[in-house]
């Protein structure tokens, strides 16, 4: 999870929508209706297709890769923990009572987040894999059976 986190951090491309007509846009040639809080073709005024669009809770979405939204210093402070946990050093000399406070508060903020992503990556595969076995099933009854 970690590396994927650092190889999506490298993209810096601007947001893109597309407009039926008139094609692709990044972000800030769009016009923007604060009325309808919706983002439009500047030539026709049209609807727009985001290239990337993630919406993260009721009138909130992201056009661009989540990571960018990271500041690059919590960025760092999760490499730090993501790279003690991986090799089991603690990252100031001394031991466990040496360590500064800062680095248990960004550690448990981390560890939390991580473990919630993997409970839903985990939840997505049993998902993915019940409705494959569904899927199977359902071929395995509509095929004749064979008589022996």
Not at 27 to 44: I, V
Not at 111 to 133: C, F, G, L, P, Q
Request: net charge negative; proline share 5%.
């Amino acid at each position: 999870m970690e590396k994927g986190l650092d190889r999506s951090r490298q993209c810096q491309e601007e947001p893109q929508a597309a407009c039926e007509q008139h094609g692709w846009f990044i972000h800030t040639e769009l016009a923007f209706d604060e009325e309808k809080g919706m983002y439009s073709c500047p030539n026709c005024g049209g609807q727009v297709r985001w290239k990337f669009a993630l919406p993260l809770w009721k009138n909130y979405t992201v056009f661009s890769c989540p990571v960018q939204q990271i500041d690059p210093e919590a960025m760092f402070i999760m490499r730090i923990v993501f790279w003690s946990e991986e090799i089991g050093i603690l990252p100031f000399a001394g031991g466990l009572l040496d360590q500064p406070n800062i680095y248990f508060e960004a550690r448990n903020i981390v560890m939390s987040e991580k473990a919630i992503v993997m409970d839903e990556m985990r939840e997505n595969a049993e998902k993915k894999s019940k409705a494959s076995h569904q899927q199977h099933d359902i071929a395995n009854q509509r095929r004749p059976r064979q008589r022996g």
